[in-house]
């Protein structure tokens, strides 16, 4: 049973910064690993849930446009733990970012209980 613990959500200022954390257990990592991808969702109030960013064992990464060069997802194998630095925060980054891992990136299944960010103008 894989369990996602994430960490660093808070309150923040417009083009701010903020680290978020996600650690996993009992899951195994590698390209044939459960928790091969992982990575980061995140839902808006009023809004569905839409990719930020996703990372694989292997170093595959995809953004979102909408955090393009202002985030930056990376991992650390040996910890299971995911993190997504992030950058020159907008108000529309307001969310409850989910930490979610799978197999593969495009088969997440499964999913951290939230952090919300908040960015302030």
């Known amino acids: 049973q894989v369990e996602l613990v994430e960490s660093g959500g808070g309150l923040v200022q417009a083009g701010g910064s903020l680290r978020l954390s996600c650690a996993a257990s009992?899951?195994?990592?590698?390209?044939?690993?459960?928790?091969?991808?992982m990575g980061w969702y995140r839902q808006a109030p009023g809004k569905e849930r839409e990719l930020a960013a996703t990372?694989?064992?292997?170093?595959?990464?995809d953004y979102a446009n909408s955090v393009k060069g202002r985030f930056t997802i990376s991992r650390d194998n040996a910890k299971n733990t995911v993190y997504l630095q992030m950058s020159s925060l907008k108000l529309e980054d307001t969310a409850v970012y989910y930490c979610?891992?799978?197999?593969?990136?495009?088969?997440?299944?499964?999913w951290g209980k939230g952090t919300l960010v908040t960015v302030s103008s």
């Open positions: 009992g899951g195994k990592g590698g390209i044939d690993g459960s928790i091969n991808a």
């Open positions: 990372i694989t064992s292997g170093g595959r990464i």
């Open positions: 979610t891992a799978g197999p593969t990136w495009y088969s997440m299944d499964v």
